[in-house]
């Protein structure tokens, strides 16, 4: 093999997935936020995985970061006791239960990915999905591990007012040297990819929500302090989205504080964190004078997606990458429906429809042509692609067509309660359909695994003699590159 080889990247393939050797009971999070030099401990409490009979090392995922020290179950391992390479913390022999505590450092000033902790206009923030997680501490950063988190952020007061991360807030106050803290306790079980922190001086747009059992939800909205006047659609759109979620599917929120944080340096439109989503700018301020009626609709149905997502994708989420249609396909339905409810729902359609015919249709029939369920990947971050997002959500309309939109909707109910607090995957979901269906969606199946778009040709003939129509579909699929790949193996 010469070096060339060497160094290209890996593909990873679905056919390898294996579940994780360790699960993780509990995690606390502190940070001690530097610019240039925070600090993460972590206090992982690890268990082997009742699938396992024998004992496995314990391998995590960590990128980019300092490693000051690891102890395990109160005893400091010096560097013989465990490997360090650029892209894991592998130790060899652990007990089936035990606690991990490890202190790290990072530097989020000169973090540019745009993933992991960094700053954007001197605000701290997060983005951990796919795999930004591994990028501020060691952990077993894939959505399979799920866990409760409880975080603790400290910083100067002064410069870094606001301290936020997931769930509800459990205590806050001053330390030495105008310096505070604050702390954060999620009561879901969350895969690491729904971590989030933002620390800043935020101006902070509050409202209610009432939800249909009668509790109160505090709604936030932080933006930048010249923004403040910008916020008035986003709320509005959340609350519609709230109740939209309530009326159309049964599903009430879950926490007692829904926060929004809009920063403007962001990789994608906005980040479903769970009770803290981070949002590009773009999707949350607008005002008459500035915005036009695509940029109102454009926040109405982001706002709509990330919270939608709190049901499809954070409460019931991703057993692997591939899996990544699962919650987007079926959360861009989501927030297709909501908005052709609010709005008009056939210039919705046009629209979404357009969206198909000028862009996934080109990548379906192009180099990048891929299944809504991908069978392998070298780099996640290029999946986030119409394919799994856009197709993946006309196969979810596909099957409310097959159902009806009565037994599509009990579907997805079970679905969702079947699955609650799960890692599942897309099959997962098309077997809760037929299950509260009764309908066999075996063949339906292979529009998840297969790409290209499919061509059908419709002949019609009409014999006058014999009154007799006659109508011929003819299907065919172009091969794609995963096809040719395949079969052109054997000529490597
Ligand atoms: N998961 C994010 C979203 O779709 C990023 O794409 O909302
Ligand atoms: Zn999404």
């Known amino acids: 093999m010469t070096d060339s080889t060497k160094s290209l990247p890996e593909a990873i393939h679905l056919s390898n997935y294996k579940t994780p050797a360790y699960l993780v009971e509990f995690v606390e999070l502190r940070f001690i936020l530097d610019p240039t030099a925070t600090r993460v401990v972590s206090r992982v409490k690890y268990v082997r995985n009742p699938d396992r009979t024998q004992a496995e090392p314990l391998i995590l ?39 991990l505590e490890i202190e790290s450092e990072i530097s989020p000033a000169t973090n540019t990915a745009l993933e992991g902790l960094y700053l954007s206009s001197g605000n701290f923030c997060t983005q951990c999905e796919a795999q930004g997680f591994r990028k501020m501490t060691y952990y077993p950063d894939r959505p399979d591990v799920m866990a409760r988190f409880e975080v603790r952020i400290e910083a100067d007061r002064s410069e870094y007012p606001v301290l936020l991360s997931n769930g509800n807030l459990i205590a806050q106050g001053k330390l030495d040297g105008d310096r505070h803290f604050v702390e954060w306790q999620d009561p879901f079980c969350k895969p690491s990819y729904l971590f989030a922190l933002v620390a800043g001086d935020l101006a902070c747009i509050e409202d209610k929500f009432i939800t249909r059992s009668g509790r109160e939800i505090l709604l936030q909205i932080y933006v930048e302090h010249r923004n403040c006047e910008l916020c008035d659609h986003a709320m509005l759109s959340l609350k519609k989205s709230m109740r939209w979620d309530e009326e159309v599917y049964g599903l009430e929120y ?37 915005a036009t009626d695509n940029d109102f609709l454009g926040v109405e149905a982001v706002i709509g997606h990330e919270y939608f997502h709190n049901y499809t994708g954070n409460r019931v989420t991703c057993r692997d990458w591939f899996q990544l249609s699962l919650k987007e396909g079926l959360t861009v339905f989501r927030d297709q429906s909501f908005s052709a409810d609010l709005n008009s729902a056939a210039v919705k359609r046009i629209e979404d429809v357009r969206i198909l015919r000028q862009s996934q249709f080109p990548e379906d029939a192009g180099p990048m042509a891929h299944p809504v369920r991908p069978a392998s990947y070298v780099e996640i971050n290029n999946f986030y692609t119409v394919t799994i997002y856009n197709k993946g959500a006309e196969l979810i309309r596909m099957q409310q067509t097959l159902l009806g939109k009565e037994t599509f909707n009990q579907g997805v109910r079970h679905y969702l309660k079947k699955h609650d607090g799960q890692a599942v995957t897309t099959d997962d979901f098309v077997i809760a359909l037929e299950e509260c269906s009764g309908r066999d969606l075996i063949q339906f199946r292979r529009w998840y695994a297969q790409a290209g778009t499919p061509h059908v040709a419709l002949e019609t003939a009409y014999d006058q003699q014999k009154k007799e129509y006659r109508l011929v579909c003819r299907q065919t699929c172009p091969a794609t590159p995963e096809d040719i790949w395949i079969t052109s193996r054997p000529y490597e």
């Open 254 to 290: 879950d926490l007692d504080r829904y926060m929004i944080v809009a920063v403007d340096d962001f990789n994608m439109g906005a980040m479903e964190n769970k009770g803290l989503n981070v949002f590009n700018s773009k999707y949350v301020l607008a005002r008459p004078e500035i």
């Open 61 to 99: 995922d960590g990128e980019q970061i300092k490693l000051m020290s690891v102890v395990l179950d109160g005893t400091l391992l010096d560097a013989r006791s465990f490997n360090l390479s650029d892209e894991t913390l592998t130790l060899d022999s652990v007990p089936p239960v035990f606690l």
